[in-house]
């Protein structure tokens, strides 16, 4: 099993419409979440991190933590064009110790004009 | 301020040969993180130095990759006997503390003949 597993995508939603990007995590005892974005060809950059079960939100996202479930989630209200980008979800792994970064694949998002 | 620096932007080589790789972080920040970024992949990590502790080199994928931060500020990533699987863009992002926000550098693209 892959340690974080993201649908790579396209995931197409029209203008205005909530996209919801979803991840899975296999280590049980990560504390730590976050989402970057990456626009083609650019770096990437935090968007949101998350901590606790349950919702976080800031401004139009809303990460979305169930360690139970072991996924997070990042929803967009209101979709925008300039929000497509490539979503990269990543933990820090509860080895103790170590405070590196697990990164997936990403899921790629096309928001429809 | 300025944010993490990366040099060279491009790289060319040719198999066999060694390359450096720079990365000057932001001011202050105590740890940094070396990531490779194949195309259309995620973010595969390479190693993390934090303050005067031992890095964590488990992402290093070979032998031939080495890394040293001097003075706590400024690393490079070594590759010695590249190889054409190497090219990938090589990404370093810094942060002021084990958990806070990561900030990317633009990148070093490499590619090996």
């Known amino acids: 099993q892959k340690e974080v597993e993201q649908n790579s995508g396209p995931l197409s939603v029209p203008e205005g419409a909530i996209a919801s990007l979803n991840c899975t995590y296999s280590?049980?005892?990560?504390?730590?979440f976050f989402w970057y974005r990456q626009y083609s060809g650019k770096s990437p950059e935090l968007i949101m991190f998350?901590?606790?079960?349950g919702d976080k939100e800031d401004g139009r996202f809303t990460a979305q933590l169930n360690k139970a479930s072991q996924y997070v989630s990042l929803l967009i209200r209101d979709s925008q064009p300039s929000d497509s980008a490539t979503y990269l979800c990543?933990?820090?792994?509860?080895?103790?110790?170590?405070?590196?970064?697990?990164f997936g694949t990403g899921t790629r998002l096309k928001v429809l004009a | 301020g300025a944010g993490v620096s990366q040099s060279p932007s491009n790289k060319v080589t040719e198999k066999g040969k060694d390359v450096e790789l720079r990365c000057d972080p932001i001011s202050g920040h105590t740890a940094l993180y070396w990531y490779r970024q194949s195309l259309g992949q995620g973010l595969e990590f390479l190693i993390y130095f934090q303050g005067n502790s031992a890095p964590d080199k488990s992402g290093l994928p070979s032998d031939r990759f080495s890394a040293e931060r001097t003075g706590g500020s400024v690393s490079t990533l070594t590759i010695q006997r590249t190889q054409q699987e190497d090219s990938a863009v090589y990404l370093c992002a810094s942060s002021a503390g084990t958990s806070e926000t990561q900030y990317f550098g633009p990148g070093t693209r490499l590619l090996v003949l």
């Open positions: 280590d049980r005892g990560s504390q730590s």
């Open positions: 990543a933990f820090q792994p509860s080895t103790s110790g170590t405070y590196k970064y697990i």
């Open positions: 998350i901590y606790s079960n």
